[in-house]
């Protein structure tokens, strides 16, 4: 079945760069996103990209998508306290129809020390 | 300002009751999701909606239950038969086939 895996924690200083991986099991995503969750709060979405692309910039955020090796990252440029959070990846698995279901990931923890 | 909103922000049942999760969209999205999050874990969905009176099953269905009266509503019941319901309930909503917006959650804790 469909499945996202993702590490757990990740730890840098601030004005550092970070990056976040994701590796996904279906070949046949169509969308692959990434959500941001602050303590308490719901997911807010970060970025997507299209499976027909290897790369999205979007300011301090650059996403990498590599689909022979179903691998997908996140790079936050000059990392800030702010950026302190949980990260998720998700897919639109291809099973999926038009529902619109995601499949996420466990989530990454990122801790940006001052 | 359009938004999901979830009520309430945090909730505490009695083993044996039922309990109803609240939540609203005025996006006009027509596809509505319930999560549940546990510590250390992913998102699991648990049922979702594409229609008015129309939802199915997630992956964690099993003693939960839900109702599409409304296009703008979708509540969530967690009822008795959910034996380990402590959890981070979170609410989305998206355009069929699009990115999923979410509510804040609501804080179910089981006393």
């Known amino acids: 079945g469909e499945d996202v895996e993702q590490s757990l924690f990740l730890s840098v200083r601030e004005g550092d760069s970070s990056v976040i991986n994701c590796t996904y099991t279906?070949?046949?995503?169509?969308?692959l996103y990434w959500y941001k969750q602050e303590p308490g709060a719901g997911l807010q979405l970060l970025t997507y990209?299209?499976?027909?692309?290897d790369m999205k910039q979007d300011q301090r955020l650059t996403v990498l998508l590599n689909k022979k090796d179903k691998h997908l990252s996140l790079r936050i440029a000059d990392t800030q306290t702010g950026d302190s959070a949980i990260y998720f990846c998700?897919?639109?698995?291809?099973?999926?129809?038009?529902?619109?279901?995601?499949?996420f990931g466990q989530g990454t923890t990122l801790q940006v020390k001052p | 300002d359009g938004g999901i909103t979830q009520s309430p922000k945090y909730l505490f049942r009695k083993e044996g009751q039922n309990v109803t999760l609240s939540c609203e969209q005025n996006?006009?999205?027509?596809?509505m999701y319930w999560y549940r999050q546990d510590p250390g874990q992913g998102l699991r969905l648990i049922y979702y909606?594409?229609?008015?009176?129309?939802?199915q099953k997630g992956d964690i269905a099993e003693g939960y239950s839900v109702s599409r009266e409304k296009k703008e509503s979708f509540p969530l019941t967690v009822t008795s038969a959910q034996k380990n319901p402590t959890a981070f309930y979170l609410c989305?909503?998206?355009?069929?086939?699009?990115?999923?917006?979410f509510g804040p959650g609501t804080r179910l804790t089981v006393l």
């Open positions: 990209i299209f499976s027909n692309m």
């Open positions: 996006l006009n999205h027509d596809a």
């Open positions: 998700a897919e639109t698995p291809s099973l999926s129809g038009n529902t619109g279901k995601l499949i």
């Open positions: 989305a909503s998206s355009i069929e086939g699009n990115e999923q917006f």
């Open positions: 279906d070949s046949s995503s169509t969308y």
């Open positions: 909606s594409q229609i008015v009176n129309d939802f």
